[in-house]
T-cell receptor
Framework: KAGVTQTPRYLIKTRGQQVTLSCSPISGHRSVSWYQQTPGQGLQFLFEYFSETQRNKGNFPGRFSGRQFSNSRSEMNVSTLELGDSALYLC?????????????FGDGTRLSIL | DAKTTQPPSMDCAEGRAANLPCNHSTISGNEYVYWYRQIHSQGPQYIIHGLKNNETNEMASLIITEDRKSSTLILPHATLRDTAVYYCIVRVPSGGVSGNTGKLIFGQGTTLQVKP
């Protein structure tokens, strides 16, 4: 069974640009969550999607947004990139939102802002 | 969600059992304990989770104290590939299809170094 797939694996952008990251969950998983990992702040929750609806959101500015499609694939978008947005962005999927079923993570997209 | 406390680092000899402790003294009755690990440059890997009974799978065993205020993750025969940061997380499932608390709150974890 294929795991969570994130594309691209690496990305380099400059300040002020925008970026879209993609996540394909494990087959049959309907909930997708996004996290940001930086050396200073560690792993922080961005948002969670289930049935194409955002169910929960972390403490990030409105420049960070996401969406989920009917096939459960998800994208996140960051607009007006800042140097501090350089991070590893991780996607996790689980069968259903908000149950005790564990989330399974992809290997992330490493975003570097120049 | 309750907070967890883990030692920042631990060493273990290859082939020996690695016992990673976690304190979650403020855990509530419906919060589960989850363990993940992260090997450098990879995403966190789910290991095991439990509510109050001890759990075992092909990767590890989870021992939860009777009062549920602490737990121990046991890797029975540690190998060099088990060197990673291990995270202990407590989380309450919000309840079914309409649930909206899927987030995991990660602390700093324990860096386990398995040595030859």
């Amino acid at each position: 069974k294929a795991g969570v797939t994130q594309t691209p694996r690496y990305l380099i952008k400059t300040r002020g640009q925008q970026v879209t990251l993609s996540c394909s969950p494990i087959s049959g998983h309907r909930s997708v969550s996004w996290y940001q990992q930086t050396p200073g702040q560690g792993l922080q929750f961005l948002f969670e999607y289930f049935s194409e609806t955002q169910r929960n959101k972390g403490n990030f500015p409105g420049r960070f947004s996401g969406r989920q499609f009917s096939n459960s694939r998800s994208e996140m978008n960051v607009s007006t990139l800042e140097l501090g947005d350089s991070a590893l962005y991780l996607c996790a999927s689980s069968l259903v939102a908000g149950t005790n079923q564990p989330q399974h993570f992809g290997d992330g997209t490493r975003l570097s802002i120049l | 969600d309750a907070k967890t406390t883990q030692p920042p680092s631990m060493d273990c000899a290859e082939g020996r059992a690695a016992n990673l402790p976690c304190n979650h003294s403020t855990i509530s009755g419906n919060e589960y304990v989850y363990w993940y690990r992260q090997i450098h440059s990879q995403g966190p890997q789910y290991i095991i989770h439990g509510l109050k009974n001890n759990e075992t799978n092909e990767m590890a065993s989870l021992i939860i104290t009777e009062d549920r205020k602490s737990s121990t993750l046991i890797l029975p025969h540690a190998t060099l590939r088990d060197t990673a940061v291990y995270y202990c997380i407590v989380r309450v499932p919000s309840g079914g299809v309409s649930g909206n608390t899927g987030k995991l709150i990660f602390g700093q974890g324990t860096t386990l170094q398995v040595k030859p």
